[in-house]
Each structure stands twice: as structure tokens, then as C-alpha cells.
């Protein structure tokens, strides 16, 4: 979804080595390429404006950092490390009333050590935000890794939006929300789900998931579920998927097609190749 962000193509380049020089970069009005140099540490919620591209160059980290994308649009994240990132900042990166955002080739991550409300999400995609893309990024240690739709009681503003692809992904030492999927159109092929806790993959409030050429391992029986209170089920078409013993418990769905080519490795081979992508492995 999305295939048309671009960024901050056009514009400047810039490198920032302190939070305030990236702060002031992701905020400026315009495109804008800001290219991440070094370690920063904060504690601190930064808004990212329009038709920008944040690049994590090779050993670059954030800590605590939380980036918000709230009503904007084209906004590109690559090769990005964020870790640690307390819930009173929101999440890693979180994606509301947005569009055209892709999440590429980044390493997200906190702890299990705190209780799961100590942290937030990962990446949280809330709000109606549409034509959004997270691929090739590693997801671990962590309780709740993102949602796509924040509430049950959202479905007026939701329905009809959240369209995301998920793919190329490999969630580790994940406890839940692989993601979890509320009212909107999902699909996920080519990822990895590894050493699960409670959930994987769950579908909800008439969600409707593509999910195709993934594999689970050593994962909870919950590989693909539907809800476990009383909000309305979600749906998913499942296709080449070896759920490594967890189960399938969502309905099936009516998503068998989307709008865009890709390429499938087929699950025999979606566990190597992950493996090798996944994660901030880009030279920039």
C-alpha cells in the first residue's frame, strides 16, 4: 500500500547527530531528507511533518525517542534503530490520521522486563491513516508490537481506511499484537513470527487479512486469532502459511486480492530470507 510516498525527495540533505538537530529537521516545513548519525537519547514525543525521509546511517540508534505522524503525509522511515521508548511518548512510531507512510528496514525493540503497560507499541497505525507500509523491519522483545486501530468503539472514523501491507517482517520474543487488527484491509506476506507469547496475529471488529507465504515458529496456539472478549470477530484468508503447531482460529475472510504486484517467496523459503533482511542492514 502506498507504492506513490516518496518522501522528502527534491529536497535538502541533512545529517543530525544531537535531538536537537533532529528535532528541528523533522519538524521543518518542506522536503527534506534527514539522515541519522550517531546515538540519541530522550525522553520525548517528536512530531514529523509532510514529505520527509528519515534514514538511519549504518550504527545509528535512537533511545526513548518517540515519533508521532499525526495528519500528514508522505513520510518515509528507513533504516531506523528506536528502542525503549516509554508510554508516555507513545510509540516508536505512531501513524494517526496519515498517509502514504512506509516503515522500511528498521529495528524496534524495548524489553520484557517492565510490565506491558511500561511501553506502548512499536508501530501503531490508528486513526483512519491509509495507504501505509511496514517491511523488512525486526520487531522484538517487547510486549505489544502494534495495532492497526485503536479502539472497538472507533468504527465511524475507521471503517472503510487502514489499509496496510505488511511484509518481509520478523517479530521476535513478541507477547502480542503481531499485529492486532481493527475494522480495516490488511495483508501480510513473507514474515516471521518467532517465540511468541500470548497472541500473533489477531483479527477484530470485522478486519478483513490477506495473509500469505509466513511462517511461525515456537509460537503460542494463537497463531492467528480472532478475539477473546466481546467484540465482533475479524476475517482472514490465509495462503502458504505453516503455522509450525498454532492454529488458524479466525473466520475466514472475503480479501483475495489487492491492488498492487508483489512477489512471493513461498514459506520454505520465508524464514532465511527474513532473517537475512530484517532489521537496520541498509548502508546509507
Given at each position: 500500500m502506498g507504492s506513490s510516498t516518496t518522501g522528502g525527495a527534491g529536497g535538502t540533505t541533512t545529517t543530525v547527530s544531537t535531538l536537537a538537530q533532529f528535532t528541528a529537521a523533522v519538524q521543518a516545513s518542506g522536503p527534506a531528507v534527514v539522515l541519522v548519525s550517531g546515538s540519541l537519547t530522550g525522553a520525548v514525543k517528536v512530531n514529523v511533518t509532510s514529505n520527509k525521509s528519515?534514514?538511519?546511517?549504518?550504527?545509528?540508534?535512537?533511545?526513548?525517542?518517540?515519533?508521532?505522524?499525526?495528519?500528514?503525509?508522505?513520510?518515509?522511515?528507513?533504516?531506523l534503530k528506536s528502542s525503549k521508548v516509554l508510554a508516555d511518548y507513545g510509540d516508536a512510531v505512531t501513524v494517526q490520521k496519515s498517509t502514504n507512510i512506509w516503515i522500511d528496514?528498521?529495528?524496534?525493540?524495548?524489553?520484557?522486563?517492565?510490565?506491558k503497560d511500561y511501553y506502548d507499541g512499536l508501530v501503531d497505525i490508528v486513526h483512519a491513516s491509509e495507504w501505509v507500509t511496514v517491511s523488512n523491519t525486526f520487531f522484538h522483545d517487547h510486549w505489544k508490537a502494534g495495532l492497526v486501530g485503536h479502539s472497538s468503539s472507533n468504527s465511524a472514523e475507521d471503517s472503510g481506511h487502514l489499509h496496510v501491507t505488511f511484509y518481509g517482517n520478523w517479530y521476535d520474543n513478541i507477547n502480542s499484537r503481531t499485529p492486532m487488527y481493527r475494522f480495516g484491509t490488511g495483508h501480510v506476506f513473507n514474515s516471521y513470527f518467532s517465540n511468541g507469547g500470548d497472541t500473533v496475529i489477531n483479527t477484530?471488529?470485522?478486519?478483513?487479512?490477506l495473509i500469505e507465504s509466513s511462517v511461525w515458529e515456537n509460537s503460542p496456539i494463537k497463531g492467528i486469532f480472532t478475539n477473546d472478549s466481546n467484540v465482533g470477530p475479524g476475517y482472514a484468508v490465509v495462503r502458504d502459511i505453516d503455522l509450525g503447531g498454532s492454529s488458524n482460529l479466525a473466520p475466514v475472510g472475503t480479501l483475495t486480492s489487492v491492488p498492487y504486484s508483489y512477489t512471493l517467496l513461498g514459506s520454505a523459503k520465508t524464514k532465511a530470507s527474513v532473517q537475512a533482511t530484517a532489521g537496520q542492514k541498509l548502508a546509507f
Open positions: 528519515i534514514i538511519g546511517k549504518a550504527g545509528s540508534s535512537l533511545t526513548g525517542i518517540g515519533l508521532t505522524i499525526l495528519g500528514q503525509s508522505n513520510v518515509i522511515i528507513r533504516n528496514s528498521c529495528d524496534f525493540s524495548s524489553d520484557l522486563d517492565h510490565d477484530r471488529d470485522d478486519a478483513q487479512m
